[in-house]
């Protein structure tokens, strides 16, 4: 029964994707797109390659490369990118069935996999220019492999997971301070202290390796130190005042902080990031209560804005009951000590105050959409047991 359930799931999460890419127009592309992954992937095709100085580094360049790679293989057309994503987010909605069930159990796994199958805003990402599809996928992949690491204690599973979250990391630099976190995770769970640096440092040493040749690259062509990409100062910069957390209000912000003239990327980035501190440490001394208010609306915004400003009830509204039950299923978990369920709860926690510190867009919590989804499954299994199924 859960191989032919599964198999109708993941066939269904093809045929919504497959319809939304015949059925609907394209989603237009952001500036990211644009110049990062399009822009990228056709320096990439036309054997300009990493040698070139011009190539982006405001994103890391794994998803150019996954788009280059695409259109080598199949043709020039965006729409082969959007079917190898629709293959991705299939992908995805196994390794979600993986984690949960290996978490919880098959039925709250089913329907985890058979909700994220048909989540709208997943979908809609899917079938568009973007990364979260690929990091997505990656980042589940992550989790699943650290929570089998976990269970096997062997320090071969560590360095695959390491390896995976360094691909995560050029998917997207949002997880490049993870591994602190995955430390943090050893020492609570681990059983030998021993064995647990042993195999936090096989894990490190493998997110280091893959990582490694794109800062390199950085330093050589460009003679600047970049580890990841320097998309992260002007996000600070964007969330310290309100006014620029949507499209509007950006092009203002940028007219009022012009970085100095010949400077490296790092040093814009370097530029970016204290003038957004120095925002937030000015809002706090000149009004502390207005300052907490601020970031009270920040964190609420996590969870259903967007940059344009439209949409908010519909995304709040379709996901507020997701968070509630997923609220339910992780304080059962915490009661009932299912341990490993920590780990999707600690990712969601640092994916919350990352994006709270920056810019707070539902977008960006996107990527840790399925392990809500699975926590709501659970609670949802919780309930039903409990009061709607018992004989």
């Not at 509007?248 to 990031?273: L, Q, W």
């Amino acid at each position: 029964m859960d191989k032919r359930g599964l198999v109708a799931i993941i066939t269904l999460a093809v045929l919504v994707r497959l319809v939304g890419l015949v059925a609907l127009p394209a989603p237009p592309y952001d500036s990211s797109a644009e110049v990062a992954y399009l822009g990228g992937a056709e320096k990439l095709l036309k054997g300009q390659g990493f040698s070139d100085p011009s190539f982006p580094v405001y994103s890391p360049p794994l998803y150019a490369m996954f788009i280059a790679f695409v259109k080598a293989v199949f043709g020039d057309d965006d729409v082969f990118v959007r079917g190898a994503q629709i293959g991705l987010a299939a992908a995805t909605v196994f390794v979600l069935y993986l984690i949960v069930r290996e978490i919880f159990d098959r039925q709250s796994a089913l329907l985890a996999s058979g909700l994220l199958s048909v989540y709208p805003f997943s979908a809609y990402l899917d079938l568009s220019i973007a990364s979260e599809t690929l990091f997505t996928f990656l980042l589940c992949s992550f989790v699943g492999l650290l929570i089998h690491a976990l269970k096997d204690e062997r320090k071969l599973w560590y360095a695959i997971a390491g390896g995976v979250l360094g691909l995560a990391t050029l998917a997207r630099g949002t997880t490049q301070f993870m591994p602190l976190l995955v430390l943090v995770i050893l020492l609570l769970v681990g059983s030998c202290r021993g064995r647990t640096i042993a195999n936090y440092a096989a894990f490190l040493c493998c997110f280091l390796i893959t990582i490694l040749p794109w800062t390199v690259r950085n330093y050589v062509v460009l003679k600047d130190v970049i580890p990841v990409a320097t998309a992260g100062g002007i996000m600070i910069l964007l969330g310290s005042e309100e006014s620029s957390l949507e499209i509007p209000g950006k092009p203002e912000i940028y007219r009022k902080y012009v970085p100095p003239e010949g400077a490296k990327a790092s040093e814009i980035d370097k530029y970016f990031t204290q003038a957004g501190l120095a925002n937030h440490q000015a809002h706090f001394w000149r009004d502390p209560v207005g300052f907490a208010g601020f970031m009270v609306r920040k964190f609420g915004r996590l969870w259903y804005s967007t940059e344009t400003g439209r949409n908010h009830n519909l995304i709040l509204g379709s996901n507020v009951g997701l968070y509630l039950l997923a609220l339910v299923g992780t304080a059962v978990a915490l009661k009932r000590r299912h341990l490993l369920a920590g780990i999707p709860v600690l990712v969601i926690l640092y994916f919350a105050a990352l994006h709270w510190v920056t810019v707070p867009l539902f977008r960006y919590m996107i990527p840790i959409m399925p392990f809500v989804i699975g926590l709501a499954s659970y609670g949802v299994m919780v309930i039903g047991r409990h009061y709607l199924w018992r004989t």
